[in-house]
């Protein structure tokens, strides 16, 4: 019974341990991986370095190309993405 004790301890430390920090964070990077899968053309962002600026371009390879003022267009990598302010509507098809 003692063994048993001994080992219901360390057992339910990892378990507290995965609910309050690992779960929570597996979450929240499937929520990041599902917004920035989701960018397209005309959406408002904002990097992790702190820049604004629309999305101008969503290229293949895991980059997008994001205007930050009239002219002036920057390539980003797409996980870069910490935040989207504003989506663009899809447009509707027939």
């Not at 001994?6 to 690992?22: N, R, T």
């Not at 290229?59 to 504003?86: H, S």
């Amino acid at each position: 019974m003692e063994a048993f004790g001994q080992l219901l301890f360390p057992i339910l430390i990892i378990a507290i341990f995965y609910l309050l920090v690992f779960r929570p964070q597996q979450q929240k990077m499937k929520a990041h991986a599902k917004m920035v899968e989701e960018l397209r053309r005309g959406d408002q962002v904002v990097t992790q370095g702190g820049l604004i600026g629309k999305v101008a371009k969503v290229k293949e390879d895991n980059e997008i190309e994001v205007e930050l003022a009239e002219g002036v267009k920057v390539r980003v990598v797409q996980n870069t993405i910490a935040q989207v302010l504003n989506k663009t509507e899809p447009a509707k098809g027939k």
